[in-house]
């Protein structure tokens, strides 16, 4: 607990930093299978992605949670609570790892699969996907932020450019999401 009594604070606003992290990317899951299901033969695999993704926020939101509990009030904390919110926090990773796994696969083949998006992408969703079931795990998140910086910077120019085949759903019929007026 000593740790937590002296560090609460910077554990604190990890905590939520991380859990706004990966709400963030919920909604990037969320406009990239929008994206994705342009493509008739993306659309399954996209909407596996996209749980993938949800299942990997709920487990970081638990792992996130169970850190923001240990840091609430360490000093009030009984030992043996704070040992197994302690030991539940540090193996909160199966969740997570399996959610990351399903959804840098599938995402990974779905951009294989011909999505306008370049295949060197899909090569690198699949490949974080494998990592983050190893020990190197945390490479996977770090490649994950700066992958998602890419596709969101793709999606939004494939976006702004009304005349092309594969531009997402916002040019889709009728101008707009789904043909509905925004």
Known sequence: MAFYKAHQSDQRIAAILLAFGFIFLLFFAGSLRGYLRQTPASESLSSIALAGA????????VGTGLTFALTDSPGSLD???AQALNVLSAGMVLIPA?????????????????????????????????VVVTP???????????????????????????????????????????????
């Open 79 to 81: 030992p043996a609570a």
């Open 54 to 61: 949800a299942v990997l926020m709920a487990g970081e939101a």
């Open 98 to 130: 399996a959610g990351f796994f399903v959804f840098g696969i599938s995402i990974g083949l779905a951009i294989l699969g011909g999505t306008g998006l370049p295949k060197w992408l899909g090569w690198t969703a699949i490949a974080m996907g494998i």
């Open 136 to 182: 190197a795990e945390g490479f996977s998140f770090l490649a994950l932020v700066l992958w998602m910086v890419t596709v969101s910077i793709l999606m939004f120019r494939a976006a702004a450019k009304p005349g092309q085949e594969q531009a997402g759903y916002l040019n889709s019929p009728g101008g707009s999401a789904g043909g509905k007026d925004l």
